[in-house]
């Protein structure tokens, strides 16, 4: 084992792969860390404050993105939504995102 330093993103990287092994071994560029970062830290930027207020990203397992709703009516609207959700997470995180799967909150 190395001693030298290692950039932060090779670290978080490695750090992914370790969480989710089978998914490195299946899809070894389906998920970095800079894309999980991107669709959790900069969420509100991607789908906007008004979606943002309403939908919680919970999980990125891949191209799968599962969402959590406030309101029913919210899982009605992000079906409309979601090839736009899609391609804004494409453009502002870097994530290739093929499946969306919404949970209502329970309350």
């Not at 330093?5 to 299946?26: F, K, M, T, Y």
């Not at 191209?63 to 804004?88: M, Y």
């Amino acid at each position: 084992m190395s001693r030298d330093p290692v950039p932060i993103g090779e670290s978080l990287d490695s750090v992914v792969r370790s969480l989710h092994p089978e998914a490195s071994l299946a899809q070894p560029s389906s998920q970095s860390a800079a894309q999980m970062g991107g669709v959790f830290g900069r969420w509100s930027e991607a789908v906007g404050d008004a979606v943002a207020e309403h939908v919680t990203p919970i999980k990125l397992d891949g191209t799968k993105l599962v969402v959590e709703v406030d309101d029913p009516a919210w899982a009605t609207q992000l079906r409309f939504l979601e090839t736009t959700l899609k391609q804004r997470l494409l453009d502002v995180a870097g994530a290739v995102i093929e499946t969306v799967e919404v949970r209502v909150k329970r309350r």
